[in-house]
């Protein structure tokens, strides 16, 4: 693991090495340590202190030090917001004005994004220790696509004329459902804030968001642009704070009509008790994942070993349709052992900022030891360590990437949802098996399936309870194509037409018909 270690270090100098962090000097690398600006919370136009004035601390996870205090929100904070939001939506500009205008700003707000590109992969990478190589190629360039795609739509929402069976005529109208409460997850801070509230804008609601408390930077940003574009005072409102509080008070709120949450399933359990024990809010909730990963004999094994990779290692392991269950039919089983020991021997885990690192650090301490317990916990249960299973370096939450083979179904680590980088490879001899063994979970949000053969790629991916099937490619994800989850990874969707209607109510109007020559 020699190279997997060799850049862990490289961030983990003394102060005048890594540059001053509050006035935005590169480091020794010349690898920019970006300026905080935005700490407070953001409501009603304003960047404001809590009412408590409490504070906490956001950790870089590479060095483990303090990047900044930002402001802890809390049930009054949500008040003040939601106030701020209702006050927009109920006599405001946003939902009144004509669809092509809201577009207009959206459209203005994605072109700031790209402006800011920079600044932006910089504050993820320096916040959650995602490849900064990443956010600068992928992660940020995707949200100002998605500001766009539902900009088109913000001026396409219309009803239906309704042939009723008596002399009546009716339509429907589709409605703004009014304020939203956005809970977003640490893992893609920047991406999942976008993701909701661009379909929440374009329909003309209003909005609290609550970021992760392990990743407040870039939503605090993003509220700035927002600003900055035109998007008018209380449309869009940013409380950071920790879930059991601030959290608890969004999804509890009476005045808040919708609440949609990605997260886990035990906390997605919790904000669909709130909301059905206040007033019975709308939920949506993209939850937990254990996605297989399916490589029949077939397959191209090179490519095969890619995928595996990609689905399983991605961002650390930490998203939600990780596929850490990989299931390889056994005629290519050795081969493709193979394949993967050889590709990891030039897997960087290191600096997130450095170009040649593959894998940055675990979020933060908590879930650094979550994963180490559950590698310890599938080396007790009997699984082969094949690969990795150690943590890199002196400073930082770095975990090698692991890969456990001879993994039974029953295993704990073949059940629940790691979110790190940590891959379960498991052999099957028939379709029918695999089939069988990939359903075998209580999730159903995403599965892949390696294949040339039409036929195989047809059965599977009808066969498999997921939300999202990928054949012969992996983290595919677009404006357009909507995802969501079955069983316990929630229900609702992201992306596409589907994400713009949850934020929307569909009322039906009937008027009387006299004398007309037809119905």
Request: with cysteine; charged share 25%; glycine share 8%.
């Amino acid at each position: 693991m020699d190279t997997i270690n060799k850049n862990v270090n490289k961030r983990k100098q003394k102060g005048e090495d890594m540059g001053d962090v509050s006035n935005g000097k590169t480091n020794s690398n010349s690898r920019r340590i970006p300026n905080i600006k935005f700490t407070k919370l953001f409501i009603n136009g304003d960047f404001v202190d809590s009412i408590s004035g409490k504070t906490f601390e956001t950790i870089d996870p590479s060095t483990e030090e303090v990047i900044a205090k930002i402001a802890e929100g809390d049930k009054e904070d949500i008040d003040l917001a939601v106030k701020a939001a209702r006050q927009a939506f109920d006599h405001g500009s946003w939902p009144r004005m004509p669809g092509c205008e809201r577009g207009k700003i959206m459209n203005k707000f994605a072109d700031l994004i790209d402006e800011n590109l920079e600044e932006l992969a910089a504050l993820e990478t320096f916040d959650v220790g995602k490849v900064y190589s990443f956010e600068t190629n992928v992660d940020i360039p995707s949200i100002s696509k998605e500001l766009r795609y539902f900009s088109g739509s913000a001026d396409k929402i219309h009803g239906k004329t309704l042939k009723l069976s008596s002399e009546f005529q009716g339509y429907t109208l589709l409605e703004p459902i009014g304020v939203v409460g956005l809970i977003i997850p640490w893992n893609f801070p920047s991406a999942m804030f976008v993701l909701k509230c661009a379909p929440a804008l374009a329909a003309g609601c209003t909005m609290v968001i609550k970021p992760a408390e392990q990743a407040p930077l870039t939503a605090l940003y993003l509220a700035h642009l927002a600003k900055l574009a035109g998007i008018p005072n209380g449309v869009l409102n940013v409380v950071t704070g920790f879930g059991d509080t601030s959290g608890a008070a969004v999804a509890s709120h009476m005045d808040i009509d919708c609440v949609s949450f990605t997260g886990s399933t035990e906390v997605g359990r919790l904000v669909m008790q709130a909301a059905a024990t206040s007033n019975l809010k709308t939920v949506s909730l993209e939850l937990g994942g254990k996605s297989p990963l399916l490589i029949f004999d077939d397959a191209n094994v090179n490519q095969a070993a890619d995928l595996a990779l990609l689905g399983s290692l991605a961002n650390k392991g930490e998203i939600c349709v990780c596929s850490s269950r990989v299931f390889v039919q056994e005629g290519i089983y050795d081969k493709l052992v193979e394949n993967l020991i050889e590709k990891l021997k030039t897997w960087v885990v290191g600096d997130p900022f450095d170009p040649s690192t593959r894998q940055g650090p675990q979020v933060d301490k908590e879930q650094y030891e979550k994963v180490l317990s559950y590698i310890d916990q599938g080396k007790r249960e009997g699984a082969s360590l094949l690969i990795g299973g150690k943590p890199c370096g002196k400073k930082g939450y770095y975990i090698e990437p692991t890969i456990f083979e001879n993994v039974t179904d029953d295993m704990l680590i073949a059940n629940d949802e790691i979110f790190g980088p940590v891959m379960c490879l498991m052999k099957f001899k028939t379709i029918e098996e695999a089939i069988r063994r990939a359903n075998t979970t209580k999730y159903g949000l995403a599965a892949g399936i390696v294949t040339n053969d039409l036929n195989i790629a047809n059965r599977v991916s009808r066969s498999i309870r997921a939300g999202m099937i990928w054949i012969n490619c992996y983290h595919n994800f677009d404006s357009g194509c909507p995802i969501g989850g079955y069983k316990m990874s929630g229900f609702g969707k992201d992306h596409g037409v589907e994400a713009l209607e949850k934020y929307l109510q569909n009322k039906a109007v009937v008027t009387p018909i006299y004398h007309s020559p037809w119905l």
